[in-house]
């Protein structure tokens, strides 16, 4: 770890409270009391209307490239207008409205007017109606929620998918051009309805346990769930945020972030753009994301905004990183008034851990504290948290304030439990599933693993130790631990590869599907501007580093269940109806290994060019 200075910001002190029953169950949760919290998500931002009217609550990109912002007060007249004319339709739990859009101010309007006054809303991936063929998703979840309104950013680039799902009597308001064959209202036409007293009586009966939005699970092993999101779990999850993030609270410098992740997924729907409502900070949209023709985008941002807090997946780190070490002007703006890092999604590779550190030491003298966590959909999302420095990736830290964190024996893993006001009342009309995640204590069960990161002493955090379903034999008998080795390989494949699919149930050995990361396959050659994809994946150079890069592995490996014997790359784009990916960029093991079984299988020809074998060190195994 670099000898320079942490960059010192205010963030919690936790009191860790636990036991650990005859049967080998832990229990574990905070002895220090989760402060108060408002009864309705909006109720922040009628506060900071009123205490920063003019301050700038959210920014986005406009046609001449500039920065297009609407303040506290200005969003909280947009909002009371829009509640008005969702309760003239008659909206309601059972007549929710769907949002069909990106991220965009008027998207985050409609919502929180919705929610204002105790009407549901729910943001649906784009993916499930622009990339989807079938539409297949975008309908089950329509069925389940029977959605009283739709909005939608563009009407003619989802009128395709309305018309395929949704009948005509189902209203539209739109931003740019009208849907053809319904109702459909002009956004700007809505912000001139006034709103009446009907606007307040409703917010007054808003109260904790109202259904807040309907947030869907990625649906990669099937339909996608509703997940019922109340006020109480927002509010709450909030105030467990702050606690931790301190550093963001009233008195001190406004936070600003610079956000990309979809609205659809609860990192950024729920606590990235609810955290900078919650304590008057500023949300600067990204129309980027982390892919090589996105990151342009996130690029030209953060050249100009500085943010405060930020967060990005492991490959747009890595994409970040590389961009940074060519342009001075987009490092010094990044680390200008950052005080915290933040990844999920996807296990980061030490390499880059290593090299943000060293480039916030060189631009500004000091380390900036970079950490994870772990939560889910149903947990709000905020659950666990490390903010105890760390030299290595992967410590997602311990329980939130509120919550009580129950670790249940899982043959030789411990399954992960949690408990607490943030966490879901189940799932929207599916009595059945509601019952099944759920276990006798009504702890909710994340279906993950953990350990451990000291033996028997939990304030000091825990590992994610996979998904408990991942896990397979080996033909053995020996189980493989798939969600730790995915992250060791991924580390080991020094950003060559995004991530790792693991195969060999039931086989002698392992190998892997890789998922190659272009830009920095580009870098390893070269000068491959003319070259295509599978030409790049093909390129002796490449070739030669992946049997490199898995011979090393494989010397280190101390067994059959965690040495990687032969891989292979992934040349085709992973498949979103086919839920081997989601929009946000998370791979599904399971969904990938068996959607791809003759490339699989095809592993463990040795006559396939496209597999790296490291034989010699096989033979000598």
């Known amino acids: ?169 189902v209203p539209a308001v739109v931003v740019t051009e009208p849907i053809d064959g319904r109702e459909c209202l002009d956004f700007h036409d809505v912000l001139e309805t006034g709103p009446t007293s009907a606007v307040d009586e409703a917010h007054r009966k808003v109260v904790p346990d109202t259904v807040a939005k309907f947030l869907f699970t990625s649906g990669t092993t099937g339909s996608p769930k509703a997940v019922i999101t109340t006020h109480r779990m927002l509010c709450s999850n909030l105030e467990m945020v702050t606690d931790c993030y301190a550093f963001m609270r009233e008195g001190g410098e406004p936070p600003v972030v610079v956000d990309w992740a979809p609205w659809s997924h609860v990192a950024s729907g729920n606590k990235i753009f609810n955290l900078m409502i919650y304590n008057g900070g500023t949300f600067y949209i990204d129309h980027g994301k982390p892919s090589p023709a996105g990151m342009k985008e996130t690029i030209r941002n953060l050249r100009e905004v500085s943010p405060s807090w930020y967060f990005n997946v492991p490959a747009g780190y890595e994409m970040l990183v590389n961009a940074m070490e060519k342009d001075d002007t987009l490092r010094e703006s990044f680390f200008k008034r950052l005080q915290m890092l933040m990844y999920a999604a996807a296990a980061m590779g030490q390499h880059t851990w290593d090299r943000l550190t060293e480039m916030a030491v060189q631009t500004t003298g000091h380390r900036i504290f970079l950490g994870t966590g772990l939560g889910a959909t149903e947990t709000a999302p905020f659950a666990l948290m490390c903010m105890e420095e760390q030299e290595i990736a992967g410590n997602v830290g311990i329980p939130s304030q509120g919550l009580t964190l129950k670790l249940v024996p899982h043959g030789d893993r411990l399954e992960a439990r949690i408990k607490g ?201």
């Open 1 to 169: 770890m670099s000898t320079a200075p942490l960059r010192e910001i205010e963030t919690w002190s936790p009191e860790i409270v636990s036991e650990q029953r005859q049967d080998g169950t832990w229990i574990i949760s905070r002895g220090d009391p989760l402060g108060d919290y408002p009864d309705r998500v909006t109720d922040r931002l009628v506060y900071w209307a009123e205490k920063a009217p003019d301050r700038a609550w959210m920014a986005e990109r406009d046609s001449a490239g500039g920065w297009r912002k609407i303040s506290f007060s200005e969003a909280l007249k947009a909002v009371r207008s829009i509640s008005q004319m969702l309760l003239n339709h008659g909206l309601s739990a059972e007549r929710p409205l769907l949002i069909l859009s990106h991220n965009s101010i008027e998207h985050a309007l409609m919502a929180l007017g919705a929610q204002h006054v105790g009407i549901p809303s729910a943001a649906v991936s784009t993916a499930y109606s622009l990339i989807s063929e079938d539409c297949a998703k975008l309908r089950d979840i329509a069925a389940q929620l029977t959605p009283g309104m739709i909005f939608a950013q563009d009407g003619p680039a989802y009128q395709r998918a309305i018309d395929m799902v949704f009948d005509s009597d």
């Open 421 to 621: 006001p943030s966490v879901t009342p189940g799932y929207w009309r599916n009595e059945e599933m509601t019952k099944e995640a759920f276990d006798e204590e009504g702890y909710y069960k994340l279906g993950d693993a953990l350990r451990f990161a000291v033996p028997g002493d939990p304030s000091k955090g825990f590992y994610f130790d996979g998904r408990i379903t991942e896990n397979f034999k080996l033909r053995t008998g020996t189980w493989v631990g798939v969600g730790a080795l995915r992250a060791k390989l991924v580390d080991e494949f020094k950003g060559y590869v995004r991530d790792v699919v693991l195969v060999g149930e039931n086989r002698d050995e392992l190998g892997a599907i890789l998922i190659p990361f272009y830009p920095k396959l580009r870098e390893l050659i070269g000068d491959a501007d003319g070259l295509n994809e599978l030409q790049v994946l093909g390129h002796e150079t490449v070739r030669a580093k992946m049997e490199e890069l898995l011979d090393g592995h494989v010397k280190q490996s101390t067994g059959s269940a965690t040495r990687v014997m032969r891989a292979i790359f992934l040349a085709e784009e992973l498949s979103f109806d086919a839920g081997e990916i989601t929009d946000k960029g998370s791979i599904n093991q399971r969904a990938v290994v068996r959607n791809r079984d003759e490339l699989a299988e095809s592993l463990y020809n040795n006559h396939d060019r496209r597999v790296f074998l490291a034989r010699k060190l096989r033979e000598a195994a």
